[in-house]
């Protein structure tokens, strides 16, 4: 590759190397040079309505693609990106945020200039919390260097990283001769091999031992290592709601999602039972754990994620997460019987939906379970839209995207749109409530401006259902919208207003048919109608008043 002349130009080579193709964002004074190298480089810059949605789907072009960035105009745009890079962070998804800044010459004897907080480094303090490794580019001499270290750092922790572009710095040659530094890990060999006998013996020992497969074993590549894993010594494998789909769940060993009372019952039971559940790439969180309903006990499992490795209660330090995860796949695992697993039922309904039938939370899923095909990318926003696709059955493996952790609202619309730029060969089925769009639904016409075209199905139960689950007010209510009218404004896209079950199949049997952009269905749901997910969760809590 012909040598960067400039330390944006190197910058951009960097990201090229590692797969980016689309960058997400506004431009500002402060970033308009790095954005008129970007125009002439391999990177598409894709302009969203707002940087907060810009952020969403460079998150979930990370996750589907391995790396995503978005690059913003100084505090302005950068502070609008922090909710979505927190999100990033406590979801490990690896996006690049770059920042343009005043330049370093401008800063000399502190004058107020726009855009700025309270001194030229409070963005990028604010950011040293919210990601893995950050940097200013202030230097020639290290910017480089710099470069390479944050993104590093975002590769290795699966989490964002912040780089400030002074604008004076954009076009700087970096030194010069400067070759790509590489970095290699390794795990420490007789820690590993240690670690590797005590869980064997465990897994061996066993009698019920069962997989939980969490977002790490998809961030590290290990999807099809978790495969032959499962197969080599039949072991069952169920996962967590942000690791859903990690596996195809049609794969015969798959028994479904386990989130403690929320999820399934039958699951529930056999991960609850086992003695030796193997945690993989698992995040110990509230929701992944069905609001700590879920019993897992630190004695009867393994437990490795890139941070660490515990069997039972003994910690190893230094071992990779991928070296554990192969050694187990090269090591002498007994091969059992394969034992009767729970299995999804199957959700299918018929898609002759009744004409006087309104639409329930139950029968949308029921009905959107057998719309579903190798193409499709869930992508679900907080609220029943996720509870509810928990029981949705994916095809294939890492085709569900849902802020299961973090929660924010309005990630879905703008995820949509970076699933499909990350890879054109899906089609995003969006499902967002009606408060969640409010917020980010506009980003539609982003979509329409880049001619991507995602299916987004509004569950309209006016207003914040979730909320009213737990307690209800007059703050739960929305300002109705006409969502279906949404095309008219953008002069692009298909709406549908969904009251009935026959609407609803009409509805999507025309969104299939619509390839030229988007679609977006109204579908009105009772106020206080949940999905089974939701219901499963409020039964069991309930006993335990
Ligand atoms: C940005 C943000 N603000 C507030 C919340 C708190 N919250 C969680 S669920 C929810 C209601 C979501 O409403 P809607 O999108 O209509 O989905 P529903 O619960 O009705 O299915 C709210 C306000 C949040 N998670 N994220
Ligand atoms: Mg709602």
Redesign the pocket.
């Known amino acids: 590759m012909k040598k960067a002349s400039s330390i944006g130009e190197y910058l951009i080579q960097r990201l090229v190397a590692h797969g980016v193709r689309h960058i997400f964002g506004i431009p500002g004074d402060y970033v308009l040079g790095f954005y008129e190298q970007l125009l002439h480089s391999p990177i598409r810059i894709i302009n969203t309505c707002d940087e907060q949605g810009a952020g969403f789907a460079a998150d979930a072009y990370a996750r589907v693609r391995g790396l995503g960035a978005v690059c913003v105009t100084y505090c302005v745009g950068g502070l609008k990106v922090a909710?979505t890079t927190a999100e990033a962070f406590a979801e490990k998804s690896p996006v690049v945020v770059i920042s343009g800044a005043p330049g370093m010459k401008e800063r000399e004897k502190n004058p107020l200039l726009h855009h700025k907080v309270r001194e030229f480094d409070t963005q990028k303090k604010v950011f040293d919390q919210l990601t893995i490794a950050s940097t200013v580019l202030s230097d020639p001499q290290t910017a480089l260097q710099e470069i390479d270290r944050v993104l590093h750092a975002a590769l290795r922790y699966k989490r964002p990283v912040y780089i400030e572009l002074p604008r004076d710095m954009v076009s700087k040659p970096g030194i010069p001769y400067y070759t790509p530094q590489e970095f290699h890990e390794q795990s420490d060999r007789r820690t590993l091999r240690e670690a590797l006998v005590e869980a064997v013996e465990m897994i061996n020992c066993a009698s019920k031992p069962v997989i939980l497969a969490d977002v790490e074993v998809h961030r590290f590549g290990l999807q099809s290592a978790l495969l032959k894993l499962a197969e080599k010594a039949n072991l069952p494998v169920a996962a967590t709601i942000l690791g859903k789909s990690v596996i195809g769940e049609q794969y015969p060993l798959y028994m479904g999602v386990y989130e403690g009372a929320m999820g399934r019952d039958d699951v529930r039971r056999y991960v609850e039972t086992s003695d030796c559940v193997i945690l993989l790439g698992a995040f110990m969180t509230d929701i992944n754990l069905g609001i700590y309903t879920a019993r897992l006990d630190p004695a009867r499992s393994i437990y490795a994620t890139s941070e660490k490795l515990s069997i039972r209660y003994h910690t190893y330090e230094n071992v990779r997460f991928k070296d554990f995860v192969h050694g187990l796949l090269k090591a002498k695992l007994r091969r059992r019987a394969r034992v009767k697993i729970p299995r999804p039922e199957a959700l299918v309904a018929s898609s002759h939906g009744r004409a006087k039938h309104k639409v329930t939370v139950k029968g949308l899923f029921q009905r959107l379970n057998s719309f579903l095909d190798e193409r499709t990318v869930v992508v679900a926003?907080?609220?029943?839209?996720l509870f509810g696709a928990a029981d949705l059955f994916i095809h294939h493996r890492t085709e569900f995207l849902g802020p299961a952790y973090y929660?924010?609202?309005?990630f879905a619309v703008p995820a949509g749109i970076g699933a499909q730029l990350a890879n054109p060969r899906l089609r995003p089925l969006v499902l967002?409530?009606?408060?969640?769009?409010q917020?980010t639904g506009m980003e539609l016409a982003t979509a329409a401006r880049y001619n991507l075209k995602p299916i987004v199905v509004v569950?309209n139960?006016r207003?914040?259902?979730?909320?009213r689950q737990i307690h209800d007010g007059p703050y739960n209510d929305?300002w109705l919208w006409n969502f279906s009218r949404v095309p008219e404004i953008l002069g692009a896209g298909r709406g549908f207003e969904v009251e009935t079950e026959e609407q609803l199949d009409q509805a999507l049997r025309a969104a299939e048919l619509y390839t030229e952009g988007f679609c977006l269905l109204d579908v009105k749901i009772e106020p206080l109608d949940r999905s089974p997910a939701l219901q499963r969760l409020a039964e069991r809590l309930s006993k335990q008043l």
């Open positions: 909710n926003d907080i609220g029943d839209a929660a924010s609202m309005g967002v409530g009606d408060g969640a769009f917020m569950l139960n207003g914040y259902g979730t909320e929305l």
